[in-house]
């Protein structure tokens, strides 16, 4: 296997035990859908992002926006990872005084570029980003995360109409489609599909990969970012809650659940044993 492929699905690795160690300090978190977009977070951190940790409101900074704010803990995680802060900090998830409360602000946490806010919002504030780039210049690409569950909201698809119409090529979204939500699967509750179609519809280029395969994220990363005239769309098909078996296991369960300290240790022993037979 290439070794940076091997690097990123280390870094990727060590992302869902930092997921895995912040929410268990609390006891109980939206795991399921952290744990599922811990690949992407290592290839656009691990490679692909312009930023600078030491100097976190760079001028011309790469900027990623989680818009399915229940994520914030994974953002946390790769953050920690590549040097914002103390790993060590991980451990005040969503307590007193914290600087990382459970979804994004940046206001409080170094390395995040938008809070987030209801959901549907966070693309609108990508496509906001990716005109300000644009006229400043600045030669930045704005990358932005989006749930499935999410894409059932109105306003993703008001600014997908907008970076489509005005061809925003310096945007890159990813859909986190690991098919489940609140209260069950996207399909038995608002279908998504036909998915790949309706974003072309809107003038975005399309890849559609699995999402959990470092090297099938890079390889469509690396191609989006080539492409000039659209915005593009890399649809992820994730398993939720993935590398933790008992999370994937717990399905929509996982969208919140406790983790307790004995389930910690389960977990990265188990990441740990991944890591050593590569997987």
Request: net charge negative; aromatic share 6%; hydrophobic share 40%.
């Amino acid at each position: 296997m290439d070794a940076e492929i091997v690097r990123l699905k280390k870094l990727a690795n060590n992302i869902r035990e930092n997921i895995v160690e912040a929410i268990a300090s609390i006891g109980v978190g939206h795991i399921g859908g952290c744990l599922s977009i811990a690949d992407v977070l290592a290839v656009l951190y691990g490679k692909h992002m312009r930023y600078d940790p030491k100097n976190p409101k760079m001028a011309g900074r790469d900027r990623l926006i989680c818009s399915k704010g229940h994520a914030g803990p994974a953002i946390y995680a790769a953050l920690a990872e590549v040097g914002f802060f103390p790993k060590e900090e991980l451990k005040t998830l969503n307590k007193g005084g914290t600087r990382l409360p459970s979804h994004c602000d940046m206001n409080k946490t170094p390395g995040v570029d938008m809070t987030a806010g209801s959901l549907g919002q966070g693309l609108s504030a990508a496509v906001g980003a990716g005109i300000g780039s644009k006229l400043s210049k600045d030669g930045a690409t704005i990358y932005a995360i989006i749930g499935d569950g999410e894409s059932q909201e109105g306003q993703i698809w008001e600014a997908a109409m907008y970076a489509g119409s005005h061809h925003l090529d310096n945007l890159i979204v990813f859909t986190d489609y690991n098919k489940m939500q609140l209260d069950g699967t996207t399909a038995e509750i608002n279908d998504l599909e036909p998915l790949a179609d309706k974003w072309r519809a809107f003038n975005f280029a399309v890849w559609d990969i699995p999402g959990n395969d470092v090297e099938a994220i890079d390889a469509a990363v690396t191609a989006a970012k080539a492409l000039t005239g659209k915005p593009k769309m890399i649809i992820l098909n994730t398993v939720k809650g993935k590398g933790v078996s008992f999370v994937e296991a717990a399905k929509v369960g996982s969208h919140s659940m406790n983790i307790s300290a004995d389930d910690r240790d389960k977990a990265i022993k188990e990441l740990e044993g991944e890591c050593r037979n590569g997987d």
